[in-house]
């Protein structure tokens, strides 16, 4: 898959496709279901099936801290399109200036002109330009004035609702991971590189590889049963600790995860770890001999968790 970043990367090459636009944030079944319809189409029209997306996604610009928390960073997503068959990916770099761009200019010079759109698939509540002054209607006329179809994202459903990364993010904030997995397609994982922490994990007889959380809300928080893995590696069972550590006084969000039976130094890897089950959330203790005693419990009951899903 080849990885557009910014849209001034955009050559006159990259001109004619098929082309879907959103946050995509997850990759979940639903996007899969629209992916899956965009491929089919591409090869029919034999052009390239692309996707537009967003970074920072536009509510984290417009909110702040206020916006919903994100599923998956820029490099967890642009892998899940790749498996997914997408062709191109077109990260456009969302601020102040793109944000004012008119919702006229947005299709006449970006879609028809650099893009060369052929054929749209789109939400129906898709909005865009400068104050949301663009949505599917007017992407439904610019299509028959420039010849592109628009067509609307058919809704996926599971259980009889539709699926939405609202609906994973609420999942994921009660702990649920089965249901978490059912709607995603896949495991929940976090990605990040190993850096050096406080060391306090060692000193309590638990070391850990300490992940920071580059993203501005997180959408878990607690203790997990987890499985960790790199590039090339086997997989290790651990317990894991996501959030700020109040016993400690931790000001920053954080990925914590204690392997099982694994010697050896993880600094400066990148690793992927699967929350597997939620144990219990996050809470103060009155000593590090309490947190010590409490960290002991939580790591027998990943071992058991993790040995009956195995089993």
């Known amino acids: 898959m080849e990885l557009i970043r910014g849209i001034h990367n955009i050559l006159p090459a990259h001109r004619g496709c098929v082309l879907t636009i959103g946050n995509f944030d997850g990759v979940h079944r639903g996007h899969a279901e629209v992916i899956a319809n965009l491929v089919k189409k591409a090869r029919h029209f034999g052009l390239p099936a692309t996707l537009m997306t967003f970074e920072p996604q536009p509510q984290e610009l417009f909110r702040g801290q206020d916006a919903p928390a994100r599923l998956s960073l820029l490099r967890d997503k642009v892998k899940l399109l790749a498996e997914l068959g997408i062709d191109r990916l077109v990260c456009v770099n969302f601020n102040q200036k793109f944000a004012q761009m008119p919702a006229k200019e947005f299709v006449e010079e970006l879609l028809v002109r650099k893009l060369g759109v052929k054929y749209l698939v789109v939400g129906d509540d898709f909005c865009f330009g400068r104050a949301r002054q663009g949505n599917f209607e007017l992407l439904r006329s610019a299509g028959e004035q420039h010849g592109f179809a628009v067509v609307s994202t058919q809704s996926f459903l599971v259980c009889d609702h539709r699926v939405s990364s609202t609906m994973v993010r609420d999942a994921l904030a009660k702990g649920n991971l089965e249901q978490a997995r059912r709607l995603l397609g896949h495991p929940y994982t976090l990605s ?27 959408p878990v928080r607690g203790v997990f049963a987890v499985r960790l893995w790199w590039d090339g590696s086997e997989q290790y069972d651990g317990v894991a600790n996501v959030g700020f550590r109040p016993t400690v006084q931790g000001q920053n969000c954080q990925l914590e995860v204690h392997l099982f ?51």
């Open 261 to 311: 039976d694994f010697e050896g130094d993880l600094y400066g890897r990148k690793v992927e770890v699967e929350l597997v089950a939620k144990i219990r959330d996050e809470k103060p203790f009155e000593s590090l001999e309490a947190l010590k005693k409490q960290i002991m419990n939580d790591a027998d009951e990943a071992r058991a968790l993790l040995s009956n899903e195995a089993g």
């Open 192 to 218: 990040g590189k190993v850096a050096h922490g406080k060391k306090l994990g060692r000193t309590l007889g638990f070391p850990t590889a300490n992940i920071a959380m580059k993203r501005k809300v997180v």
